[in-house]
């Protein structure tokens, strides 16, 4: 990867945003795409769009979202101990004596969450599923009085853990899922910049996917696409304990993934298919038979429905501090993206016909 993505990529997912509060990612994912575009917009709900060639046809949306799981402050007792709630799906299995930052507007504070040490659990507490309220966050306050000098109920927490270089072009980082898809579409937009095409490029950094893709939404809303491609996360398949039966092959370092399923328009699935063989980019499968839990599913059924792809990038360990992604399949997934773009038509069509 040009060492340029690479720093952008690692000041991004360095950066906070979880869901709600995405504010300071969408200025650093602005500023990068400022180079390859002097329209960007913003709407409402955060989400932020930069265009290429706007008057072009057909107008196509690409999404990926840059919010990122994390926790809300709910209620600080007596001796100053924080309790919160997940934003989005998190395990809470994986929390105990993790790092964070609670993030306000007086700054970063540091904590760690605490549980009950092993030493003091019966045996029978060992074996239980760990609830929320077993939890809570230390930020060394010495009351409820002086914890509420730094942290108020509503801030945002994420992870104090950041991007890592590990071996054979694997980065490790919390937040891959989906800032990374942000980062694709950002890439994007540089590969096409200075090239001829007949689209009407959106390309957008969405908002609030982890609660329900509302900011994907909103924005497909506004833009009013004739067709679009949203990228995300996938589960990558090859680790230990994963069984191919139930969740397929998936591997990382073997290209971007092409979602084919039910909710996904086939035409555009073919196309996709049929750019990345013509190219030589390697790609994966997926199979998805119902709703892909993805910006695709908002962006697909928004007005009168949209003609929408799928392009994953494979994820290990999703929903934790310590995903992992290969750097070519970022690389990939963006080139599948331009050049799925570069063959678009005016008139092109993806109606299915009766």
Not at 37 to 48: A, H, Y
Not at 263 to 283: G, M
Not at 314 to 325: D, K, L, S
């Given at each position: ?6 720093t952008?990529?690692?000041e ?24 390859f ?12 769009i ?8 057909p ?11 994390g ?12 309790y ?11 929390t ?9 507007t007086?700054?970063?504070v ?8 092993i ?5 029978e507490?060992r ?12 930020i ?8 509420e ?15 890592e ?29 200075g ?16 609660i ?12 009013q ?8 996360v ?9 069984k ?5 092959l ?6 971007p993934?092409?979602?084919?399923g ?22 994966q499968?997926?199979?998805d ?6 910006d ?9 429905g949209?003609?929408?792809g799928?392009?994953?990038v ?12 290969h ?8 080139k ?16 299915v016909?009766i």
């Open positions: 990867m040009r060492k340029e993505s690479l952008f990529l690692r991004f997912v360095d950066t906070p945003s979880p869901t709600g509060f995405e504010h300071q990612a969408q200025k650093i994912w602005k500023g990068y795409v400022s180079q575009t002097s329209d960007i917009r913003s709407d409402c709900s955060g989400n932020t930069g265009l290429l060639n706007p008057q072009g046809s107008r196509i949306m690409l999404a990926g979202h840059c919010d990122e799981i926790f809300m402050v709910t209620y600080i007792n007596d001796n100053g101990f924080i919160v709630t997940p934003i989005g799906g998190v395990d809470p299995a994986i105990p004596a993790m790092r964070v930052n609670i993030h306000n007086k700054g970063v540091k904590g760690t969450f605490g549980r009950l040490a030493h003091m659990l019966m045996a507490e074996e239980k599923k760990i609830k929320w309220e077993d939890l809570w966050i230390d060394g306050a010495n009351d409820k009085e002086d914890a000098k730094y942290v108020q109920v509503g801030d945002p927490i994420t992870f104090d853990i950041g991007f270089h590990l071996k054979n072009d694997l980065v490790m980082a919390r937040g891959f899922d989906d800032k990374m898809g942000a980062f694709v579409v950002a890439e994007t937009l540089r590969l096409l910049q090239k001829k095409f007949d689209a009407a490029v959106y390309a957008t950094s969405t908002v609030q996917e982890e329900g893709l509302l900011g994907a939404r909103v924005a497909a809303f506004g833009i696409p004739d067709v679009a491609l949203a990228t995300d996938t589960h990558a398949t090859d680790t230990p304990a994963v191919k039966e139930r969740f397929g998936v591997e990382t370092g073997c290209g993934v092409i979602g084919k039910s909710s996904l328009n086939p035409i555009v699935t073919e196309r996709l298919f049929q750019v990345a063989d013509k190219k030589k980019i390697p790609v499968r997926s199979a038979p119902s709703r892909t839990g993805t695709a599913d908002a962006i697909s059924t928004s007005r009168a949209v003609p929408t799928l392009i994953s494979p994820n290990r360990y999703m929903h934790t501090p310590g995903e992992i992604v750097l070519a399949d970022l690389e990939n997934a963006s599948l993206m331009a050049e799925f773009i570069l063959s678009l038509k005016k008139g092109d069509t993806f109606l016909e």
